[in-house]
C-alpha cells in the first residue's frame, strides 16, 4: 500500500526498530533499557507510532507509548499518549531525515507525574534511528532523559 | 497472565469488541459505522486501548485512536491520541459496569479542529459493550456525537 502523500515525507521511518537506551534523570539511578518502536501506515495522512522499552538486566517492562504523526505544511505534528497518563502534543520541523519536536502542550491525568516539557530529536541514517528525549519535569530544568540507538528489522 | 490489582476493577473490559454505531453532529451528515475495539493488558497497571471505525457501505477507515485506562483510588483515568491531531486526558468513575469520563483536557495540534469538551459513558452487560460520546466542538455546545453497540469476540 502507497504512503498517504500527506506523510510520504516521513516514509523513512517507516518498519520496526530495536536496540538499546540509556535513561538518566536528577530522580532516578541511571538505567539501561531495550527497546522496539514501531512507525506504520494504513494508507491515511498519518502515521501509527507505538514504542515500549524494557529493563536491559530482567526484562521487565517499563515505559510504552502510542500515538499518531502529521504533516501539516512543512511542520509535523506528534500526538502520544502514555500509560503514567501522560498526553503530548509536540510540534516540529523535518530537515532531511532528521524530525525535531517540542512539546506544544503536556496534559495529565490527576493522579501522574507533572511533566512541564519535552524535546524528542529523532535522525534516521539508512537503517540507524537514534533519538534523544530532554524532558523538564517534576521541577526540574529541560535536560537529558534518554538517548537510544535502534537497528531496522 | 493476572490483570494487575490496581487495574483488577477494569476487567470487565477486556477483550476485542465489535459491532456498529451511528454519528452525527450538527457539522457532518448522520453516518453509520463499523467499529472494532481492544482492552488489552500486561500484568502492568494500566489497560491499553485501541479503537478503529470504518464506514459501513464501502468500508473505507473512518476514525481510530490509541490510549491507556488507569484508576486512582475510585476514579478512573483515561488517555487518548487520535490521529485527528488531538489528544484527551478523561476522568471520572466507575459504578458497576458503567465507566462515566468527563474530558479534563482535550489538546490539540496547530492543524487540528477544535474539540473544547468530551464525554464518555461506557456500559458493559455481559458480552455487550455499549457507548455513548458527546462532544463540544468548532462553537457547538455538548451533544450527543456517537453512539455503538459492540459484542465481544
Redesign the interface.
Known amino acids: 500500500m502507497r504512503v498517504h502523500p500527506a506523510v510520504e515525507a516521513l516514509g523513512f521511518l517507516l518498519g520496526t526498530w530495536s536496540g538499546t537506551g540509556r535513561g538518566r534523570y536528577p530522580t532516578v539511578a541511571p538505567f539501561a533499557y531495550r527497546e522496539e518502536v514501531a512507525f506504520s501506515h494504513?494508507g491515511?495522512?498519518?502515521l501509527?507510532y507505538?514504542q515500549e522499552t524494557f529493563a536491559e538486566d530482567d526484562g521487565r517492562?517499563l515505559h510504552?507509548e502510542?500515538?499518531?504523526l502529521?504533516c501539516?505544511g512543512r511542520?509535523v505534528?506528534l500526538?502520544?499518549?502514555?500509560?503514567t497518563?501522560?498526553?503530548?502534543?509536540d510540534?516540529g520541523t523535518l530537515e532531511g531525515t532528521t524530525l525535531s519536536l517540542s512539546s506544544?502542550?503536556v496534559?495529565?491525568?490527576?493522579?501522574?507525574k507533572a511533566v512541564d516539557q519535552v524535546r524528542r530529536t529523532v535522525r534516521v541514517d539508512g537503517d540507524v534511528l537514534t533519538y534523544r528525549l530532554e524532558m523538564a519535569a517534576v521541577g526540574h530544568r529541560l535536560g537529558l532523559h534518554l538517548e537510544a540507538e535502534l537497528r531496522r528489522a
Not at 79 to 83: G, K, N, R, S
Not at 85 to 89: A, D, I, P
Not at 107 to 112: C, H, I
Request: no cysteine; net charge positive.
Open positions: 494504513a491515511r495522512p498519518f501509527s507505538r517492562p510504552a502510542v500515538g499518531y502529521r501539516a511542520a505534528e500526538v502520544v499518549a502514555q500509560p497518563g501522560l498526553v503530548e502534543v510540534e506544544r502542550l496534559g495529565r491525568t490527576s493522579s501522574a
